[in-house]
């Protein structure tokens, strides 16, 4: 399945073959050589136009940022030596630092490791050994930190009393130094970015200029972005999406960016309400924590576009988004860091589609195919493991001080195994049903997570719903569920079972439930099964042989 096979000759018309390294890709003939160059490009063409309102509420213009990110890039080659391939760590908030030494990286060539500002210092230290850093951009509040960081003292450069002014104006004499050419080209690394697992399961994923560069034209083509929208980012900036799908598309189209540090679903509401935000790209957890909020804001006349990914929507929370906000289309995105964020993407509104809780189609530049444990496609209908390859699919996994990337998941002809389980419908649509290691099986019979999500959250009275699977003696494993009620509503777990009965097979109705007041979740903002699995053996202790599913 190839993207270009879907998508209208406005988006895929102009597309050409070109080789990158020893990859060959089909992607866009303008294509930006890097970030920088995107920036440069805005910059020319709308200097007087807001770029980013940091969380201090500072509005900076193309025009200024580009300025600030040349000094830095000055500022960086010149008195810290960095260059091509430097690996340059960045633990910033998400303010106008962030953003400026992200493309300051970029214009002198060098790889920029965003770092989670979420996580405790021995996960970040962690995450820079195994990055193996050359110089840290870090923001001041980390200073008590640094003696623990495997980067040597003088390596550090902090960002200081930005609540003051601008976090790097003490490094003299930044404004003085020569403007140097950008150095990036476009199959050189920009980004490592790691997998939102466990630090000692994350991975630095490497991608390439081109991979974000595709990636960010992609979103701005299909959601017909332009200068007149306005997005927000509520999702953390050092992940994919905040990083690519929204902040480098953003600056791609020259439109204007609004950054929150932490999310806060009463301030997203107030912010689109106040700033007339366009563009909402967020996961299925904030949509949840919007919802609620409806009474409050039951207007919100700006928004046009809605973008769910990074786990499953249940369509009851669509729809609802559709009753609430009728003028704005509700897509629902598929993608990894893997693919510097998109792989899928509905082709229209999803709630008001007869396909609604199919996941999407393949997006331009991008192939996808479902295999077999051995390899071999599986015919239309059948569950196999999603691969992808295309533009913006990562060439593989940092490995070490040489720089190699490791192709981990990595065919030899480039197909990355996503390690999802989907299947195909006779309309091309891909329906996403699982994680391959969440499935699970009880005594044989196979029990998709999200599908059973699904069946939940449309009974009366559930808001949200988790499921994940525990050691059975009998069967194996059997599902269980974390259940957030919806306010006012008493729910029991044989209620609920009950209620399940008629609408779902014997063995894939939850042996137990537990009642919650939120959905606990990763830091990359995804649904905690293990956490939820931890719940459930909480609360019964065991599940006996001859459980309530039998």
């Known amino acids: 399945m190839a993207g270009r096979e879907f998508w209208d000759r406005s988006a895929v018309g102009d597309m050409v073959e070109r080789s990158f390294g020893d990859r060959v890709v ?21 200097p007087e136009v807001v770029a980013i309102v940091d969380d201090k509420g500072r509005s900076t213009s193309y025009g200024q940022l580009l300025e600030l990110v040349d000094a830095f890039a000055s500022y960086l080659t010149c008195v810290r030596g960095v260059g091509r391939g430097s690996r340059l760590g960045l633990l910033c908030y998400a303010d106008l630092e962030f953003v400026v030494t992200l493309y300051a990286a970029s214009k002198v060539g060098a790889m920029c490791v965003p770092l989670p500002t979420k996580y405790r210092k021995p996960e970040l230290v962690s995450l820079m050994q195994t990055a193996d850093l050359r110089l840290l951009i870090a923001d001041e509040q980390f200073a008590t930190w640094a003696e623990a960081f495997p980067v040597a003292a003088d390596d550090i450069v902090w960002s200081r009393g930005a609540k003051e002014g601008y976090g790097f104006s003490y490094l003299e004499p930044l404004g003085t130094l020569g403007v140097r050419e950008a150095q990036g080209r476009p199959e050189d690394t920009a980004l490592m970015i790691f997998t939102s697992g466990t630090t000692h399961a994350a991975k630095g994923v490497l991608l390439t200029n081109y991979n974000v560069c595709h990636a960010a034209e992609t979103y701005a083509r299909l959601l017909r972005t ?21 902040l480098m598309q953003f600056v791609l189209v020259g439109a204007t960016s609004y950054l929150h540090r932490r999310f806060d679903a009463r301030r997203v509401v107030e912010t689109v309400l106040a700033e007339g935000i366009t563009y909402l790209h967020a996961t299925p957890t904030v949509f949840a924590e919007l919802l609620p909020l409806r009474p409050e804001a039951p207007v919100l006349p700006s928004l046009r576009i809605l973008l769910s990914g990074s786990s499953h929507e249940p369509v009851r929370h669509m729809r609802l988004f559709h009753e609430w906000l009728p003028q704005a289309e ?45 390899g071999a496609a599986v015919a239309i209908g059948e569950v196999g493991e999603l691969w992808l390859r295309g533009a913006c699919v990562t060439v593989g996994y940092y490995h070490g001080t040489e720089g190699a990337p490791a192709p981990d998941g990595l065919t030899a002809d480039g197909w990355l195994k996503t390690g999802d389980l989907a299947y195909e419908d006779d309309g091309g649509y891909l329906w996403v049903v699982d994680r391959k290691k969440d499935m699970i099986n009880r005594g044989g019979e196979k029990v998709w997570c999200s599908a059973l999500e699904e069946v939940l959250c449309e009974l009366d009275g559930v808001r949200a719903s988790c499921v994940t699977g525990i050691t059975h003696e009998l069967y194996g494993e059997v599902p269980v569920a974390a259940i957030v009620p919806e306010p006012g509503h008493a729910l029991s777990e044989r209620g609920v079972q009950s209620a399940l009965a008629g609408r779902l097979a014997r063995f894939e109705i939850p042996a137990h439930l537990v009642f919650v007041d939120r959905i606990p979740t990763t830091r990359g903002e995804k649904p905690d099964r293990g956490a939820v699995r931890d719940l459930v053996r909480a609360a019964i202790g065991s599940i006996p042989l001859g459980g309530s599913n039998d």
């Open 226 to 246: 332009t200068p007149a929208d306005r997005c927000l980012i509520p999702v953390p900036i050092y992940h994919v999406t905040g990083l690519v799908a929204l």
């Open 26 to 46: 089909r992607t866009y003939p303008d294509l930006a050589t890097s970030p920088y160059h995107a920036l440069r490009d805005t910059a020319a063409r709308s």
């Open 330 to 374: 509700f897509r629902v995105v598929y993608g990894l860091t893997e693919t510097a964020s998109p792989a899928l993407l509905f082709l229209v509104d999803t709630p008001t589609s007869e396909r609604a809780g199919a996941t999407g189609v393949p997006v331009p530049g991008i192939e996808a195919r479902l295999c077999d444990d051995a």
